[in-house]
């Protein structure tokens, strides 16, 4: 399939990526910083966390939205928004009345209701899926062990009990094969900062294969995805995104890859494996640790890192804290600073800094963390980007102008590439340099 049927998709076209599947071409030159392609959401669902600060319809961030009259809990900038998005709302608007605060579908399950409804109302193509449709989507269902089978009929099952009265539903073997294209397709909405605004699916960028060594990088525009060059791309070569976190080693990358994407990655960066090093760096003394040692130390990493995701759920901000203190002591006696085991729990505890409003204590954090966030992440990184703006708000906060100005131009720098010069992030964060 060639893209001249799709002039918005002018110089991409879809082909067989030799040992991956399908795959997304360029077929002319893209300079860094350029729009490769941008996609509307076939669906999308806001997060319930972020209710009454974005709209539901359009993901927009602003003040003084309108609330669905009938079940109180969704915003919207106006009419408009609100007529657009009812089709869609109307599948949860009398169940979260019904339920209440009982009401608490996963954001795969309400995304899920959406797919289904929007498959009925649209079964031709839509202007999301010029290139791929969300029914050829990779389910892997060979794939899936029994823990994940599991947790797609609990979906399954949830599905069912808060979606009813708007919804069709397949039979369940249908159901099972679109909740595992979800997992395998779906994309999470963030803002400039990383925190989570919603989910959604994008046909047309879900074509693009993995790379740990990518040459595009996906943002978002409300629940448009853009998709932008970070590198020079020449015709013929394939465009590749990143699907995962490039903070770790090959290893944890791979694992992560094989568990949610089922594949393992060839890349430059895997095969050489040439960051391992540094982004595992262990600290210079005298008597160096011996590898067994060094091996202990990573696995009490892993441990400690899933122990925290869980921990985040019941544990108090506090009890998080002393969490993330002890393991970075304990590590601190093998890893440097810069390894990548001791930067995910900083980053943890400037998270939780943050959240109690502990300005100062967040900045020492975060200082800590962004130089070797810059050397061991690929130019024009998001989480770079967000580190940046994060400390210069922080630095604005904390009346140290000089610092904040220019953490925030760092920031700018890297964004104007990844999301466009006229984005409305932009001039947000640039509007705050003139109010400083």
Known sequence: MRSEAAPQLDGLERFASAGK??????????AVGELLLSCPAYAAVL?????????DGCFARKEGLAKCGRCKQAFYCNVECQKEDWPMHKLECASMCTFGQNWQPSETVRLTARILAKQKTHPERTQSE?????????????????????????????????????????????????????NCNGFTIEDEELSHLGSAI????????????????????????????????EPGEEIFSSYIDL????????????D???????????????????????????????????????????NVIEEFRRAKHYKSPSELL???????????????DS???????????????????DWEGALCYGQKIIRPYSKHYPSYSLNVASMWLKLGRLYMTLKNRTAGVKALKRAIAIMEVAHGKDHPYISEIKKELEDH
């Open 21 to 30: 599947g399908r795959g997304l071409r360029a077929r002319r030159r893209f």
């Open 202 to 233: 994008f046909p047309d960028v879900a074509l693009m294969n993995h790379s740990c060594c990518p040459n595009v990088i996906v943002t978002y525009k409300g629940t448009l995805a853009e998709v932008r060059a970070v590198r020079e791309i």
């Open 47 to 55: 997060t319930v966390s972020e209710r009454g600060s974005h709209c």
């Open 130 to 182: 010029k290139l791929l449709a969300v029914r050829e989507f990779e389910s892997h269902l060979d794939k899936l062990d029994n823990e994940k089978r599991e947790l797609i009929q609990n979906d399954i099952a949830a599905l069912h009990h808060f979606y009813s009265k708007h919804l069709d539903y397949p039979d369940n073997a249908a159901l099972v094969v679109l909740f595992a294209q979800v």
């Open 339 to 357: 390894n990548v085991y001791m930067l995910h729990m900083m980053y943890q505890a400037m998270g939780v800094c943050l959240y109690v409003q």
């Open 260 to 302: 949610s994407y089922f594949f393992s990655c060839d890349c430059r960066e895997c095969t050489t494996k040439e960051k391992d090093k540094e982004k595992l760096e262990i600290c210079k003394l005298n008597d160096p640790p011996s590898a067994e040692t060094v091996k202990d130390m990573i696995k009490y990493a892993r």
């Open 247 to 258: 903070l770790y080693p090959t290893e944890d990358r791979n694992d992560r890859l094989r």
């Open 322 to 336: 002393e969490i993330c203190e002890l393991s970075l002591d304990k590590m601190g006696a093998v890893f440097e």
